[in-house]
């Protein structure tokens, strides 16, 4: 089969996809929320039957998508998000470069492949660097050798052993043409989403692995149902609102006409708060001050499709996001490993060490525009309007991993290149919640969005 009519293929048949969840209806800032529309999955269900395909794989989220020309069976899995094809008797996960997130996967996979070398667990069954287009040829890498073996583990005894832990991680993989950046994510415990079935696993080669994979769905995936899908909308256009008074109030150019406390500022608040989802636009679209200009620029033209700054924004503040927070900072790691949400109070405390605490390594391939951190986030707006990055941003070294949808659910399970289980209870925190989570007094945004607080549910400090 030639790479161009491959690449062809799989470029249509993800663009279809794209399109199930694409086209349904959503507001200009609420693309985070229509990734995981319930009804979607739906909608490519009764496609599959209207075409009489074949779903073998239906119960474990594994679809198939159809038969190229030259006889390859392609599938989508809805928990990775692998796109993937059935030739002779084996399945290879397909090319795909041009879409990012599957890249990562397969780059990351060969990451792992470099940590489990370097502990001689295991010898190359393939070369990463080695090209997928020779001669014009396409060729595939087989799953059962990408995802042959799980996630390499490791035991932190110490603080020391595990700073040792990630030095050794990062000596490992620096030297490999896909990595950039080292990034972590720490939990209290670890979390196991149901699997594929035995008989799946063992069909695709892959069982070791997919029983290794936590589960880090993210928090929309698990809020939405097809009754709340609209309210959360509404409270995501809320959370975009709060968002853009912030950078209103806080630029150089119009902080005389909307710092907090002043009248256009109360209007903007008394009209984001109103009960009536019209009521803010209405007062946007009619106002006619002086200051309508500026009203327009930040609440009607700013749809540029770049939904990245709100959604670290909710995902940072405590609203439902398809992104997954991560951190540069491996202390930052650990305080989320040592900490938990109060519920009553909405604010974070320490809790005791356990030793169920974890730390999940990311590496961040080059050239991947699936990992994002705060400053290049927040970064065109920071430039244009003279903006600080929010300070609980900062001091907590703020990072985002983006790609999945309801077509990709747990796609950042399997993008883990490492586990640090943390067996000691010594090994303590060197963080605050004080430091963590600055006061409305410090933090701006946070101050924004307190004002805004009746209306966004979730909010924490």
Known sequence: ????????????AELALERIWGNVFHFPNSKDVSRFAPFAEKNLLEKIKRRGLENRFEADRIYELGTSDEGRTYYKDCESGILFFKSGDDYHISYE???????????????????????????????????HQQDGL????????????????????????????VKEIEDAVQPSAFFEKILFRGQTKEYHSPQIS???????????FVASVPSLTPSIARALTDENYYDIIGQFEKWARGLNIWKLSQATRYQDLFS??????????????????????????????????CLDEYFKNTHSGNDKPISLTVQQYGGYS???DVTEDLETALFFSQSALDRTTMRYRLVDPSSENIIYVFVKPRHSSSFSLGNDIYGGAIVEDNLELPLRLRRQHCGLLTGASIFARNTYGY????????????????KTVKEMFPSQEEDSLYQVLSDLRSVLPGLYG
């Open 1 to 12: 089969m030639s790479y161009q009519k491959a690449v062809l293929f799989e470029a249509k």
């Open 97 to 131: 470069d041009h879409y990012s997130s599957q890249a990562d996967l397969r780059d990351i996979a060969a990451i792992r492949r470099i940590l489990l070398e370097r502990s001689k667990h295991i010898k190359t069954v393939f070369s990463p660097a080695a090209t």
């Open 138 to 165: 396409y060729c595939p890498i087989r799953l059962r050798e990408l995802f042959a073996h799980p996630i390499p583990e490791y035991c932190a005894e110490s603080k020391e052993g595990l700073i040792k832990i």
């Open 198 to 208: 035995n008989e799946t696993a063992d069909a695709l080669g892959i069982s070791k």
């Open 260 to 293: 907090r406390g002043c009248s256009l500022y109360k209007q903007l608040l008394d009209a984001s708060l109103a009960t009536d989802f019209t009521s803010f636009t209405d007062f946007v679209s009619n106002y006619e001050g002086p200051e309508a200009a």
């Open 322 to 324: 398809a992104m997954l």
């Open 415 to 430: 993008k883990v290149v490492a586990k640090i289980h943390l067996n000691n209870p010594s090994i303590r925190t060197s």
